[in-house]
């Protein structure tokens, strides 16, 4: 046998060798993206078709991957184009099999295509912080090295020879090939631009807003002029209203109602995003239960209708912090800081009124004016922590700590919870305000209830926080 034959012969395994491994590649990952993308297609038209809801599987697949649930059009364009991509794949990986001219377009097209869908795929992965995030990112590196070195062996022209690519470029290139050239351009531009958007949109991408200097103004309303910044017309159906009307003075303010016959809560939007701000309002409360057994406050750092803190008074005198968060197709409400009365009464208290709540009118505060029934909230916000004042008093928290729940006892928490002044979490670093107005478990919903709000100031916050110093209170 001579040394040419033998480098022939050599040259040959090595051609089906990569032929062989590129076979591999497009199968296996034409085949997951393209049942990816049909499962999608079908958990998405499936209900309509079949009539069977498929929520609970929806809900359920992407718990178990993610921990949440992504049900937005940018997921069905995502499986419509893998199962576009995938079945092309699996085309390519046929082609290969075949060896005629059409070979050696198919698996350049395909590598270029596999390439950027793993890519895509490891983005979104990140993205979505799935479980298992590490070994994934592994297998998909691996194998996006691995179609970019079959891609550089397809260019060489003992290759291009061998699956017949210079005999398909004496002639004119095949239509086809420059359309799936284009498609895949544009399917990949299209969806990396959509998520891109869309990621913004929801602040999964956050577009730092930027930092206002320390009592610089942001915002200023008394609700007599410019208020076309807040959603009041989503705040208002049959049983909720949110509309802006004078006092007795004839001074505008917002006001917030619920009929006997809500069943639940209502808030309104101011329609700009905050990141670090002081924020301080007068609320005044119109109508309630005769015990004033209410909830009504201030919402911040707001995405959507699932993601955002609220911190709730009560006209008897209490006030706590909540956390909503998204899970599954409904909100978790994570008690930061359970309700506590703002001033402890003592023995005479319901009998002498000796010790007043700091938020008004409180349970046997008399009304006389208008004044007894006020109270100014202030929100500082200031790189993720959080600190809560009520007519110029520091409120403390009690947060959870190594304990399940929130918990006072006397003056403090109970062991294992933390008794400060301030809350860090890093969760939510920016978005809107709102005003809210609700119900307790313990409410009378024969009564409306309607507040009012007003003289909404907000400024850039302090970097230091004048609070009391306190440490974490171990009670026996």
């Not at 577009?207 to 009592?215: A, M």
């Not at 007068?282 to 209410?294: E, G, I, R, V």
Request: aromatic residues 12%; charged residues 20%.
């Amino acid at each position: 046998m001579t040394t040419t034959s033998m480098g022939l012969r050599r040259l040959e395994r090595s051609q089906n060798l990569t032929i062989g491994f590129t076979q591999l590649i497009f199968f296996f990952t034409g085949l997951l993206l393209l049942l990816f993308g049909i499962l999608r297609i079908a958990l998405e038209f499936g209900e309509t078709l079949t009539g069977v809801n498929n929520d609970a599987l929806k809900s359920g697949i992407a718990n178990w991957f993610t921990g949440e649930t992504y049900t937005t059009p940018l997921v069905l364009l995502v499986g419509i184009l893998s199962a576009f991509v995938g079945y092309g794949l699996l085309w390519a990986c046929a082609a290969l099999g075949a060896k005629e001219p059409p070979a050696w377009s198919a698996g350049y097209v395909g590598l270029i295509a596999t390439a950027f869908s793993l890519t895509s795929i490891a983005a979104i992965l990140i993205w979505l912080e799935v479980r298992f995030l590490l070994i994934f990112l592994l297998v998909l590196l691996l194998l996006i090295v691995a179609s970019v070195v079959l891609w550089l062996r397809f260019n060489q022209a003992d290759f291009r020879l061998a699956l017949g690519a210079e005999r398909i470029h004496r002639q004119s290139p095949p239509t086809y090939v420059w359309w799936i050239y284009a498609l895949i351009v544009v399917g990949l531009t299209v969806l990396v631009v959509l998520g891109i958007v869309y990621a913004i949109l929801t602040d999964v991408i956050e577009l730092n807003i930027g930092d206002v200097p320390e009592g610089e103004l942001i915002y200023l309303t008394t609700f007599d002029a410019f208020n076309d910044e807040w959603d009041i017309e989503n705040a208002t159906d049959s049983y909720t209203s949110a509309v802006i009307e004078p006092d007795e003075l004839g001074n505008n303010r917002l006001v917030i109602n619920l009929t006997p016959e809500a069943e639940q809560g209502v808030f309104t939007l101011l329609n700009r995003k905050l990141r670090n701000f002081d924020l301080r309002l007068t609320t005044t409360q119109l109508a309630s239960d005769p015990l004033h057994d209410n909830a009504f406050g201030v919402i911040f750092g707001y995405r959507n209708d699932e993601t955002y803190y609220q911190f709730q008074i009560s006209g008897d005198g209490y006030y706590r912090l909540l956390k909503i968060a998204p899970n599954g197709d409904s909100n978790e409400v994570e008690i930061i800081s359970d309700w506590r009365l703002t001033t402890a009464p003592d023995e005479d208290f319901e009998i002498n009124n000796t010790n007043p709540t700091i938020i008004r009118p409180g349970s046997y505060n008399p009304i006389n004016s208008v004044q007894d029934a006020q109270n100014e909230i202030r929100v500082i916000v200031r790189d993720q922590k959080f600190a809560f004042f009520v007519n110029g008093v520091p409120l403390p928290l009690c947060l959870k700590g190594t304990r399940r729940t929130s918990m006072w006892v006397g003056e403090g928490c109970v062991e294992g919870n933390i008794f400060t002044y301030t809350f860090e979490d890093p969760d939510y670093r920016q978005g809107k305000i709102g005003l809210f107005v609700d119900r307790t478990p313990t409410s009378d919903p024969s009564y409306p209830v309607t507040i009012a709000f007003d003289n909404i100031v907000i400024v850039g916050s302090p970097e230091q926080l004048d609070l009391p110093s306190i440490e974490e209170i171990e009670l026996p």
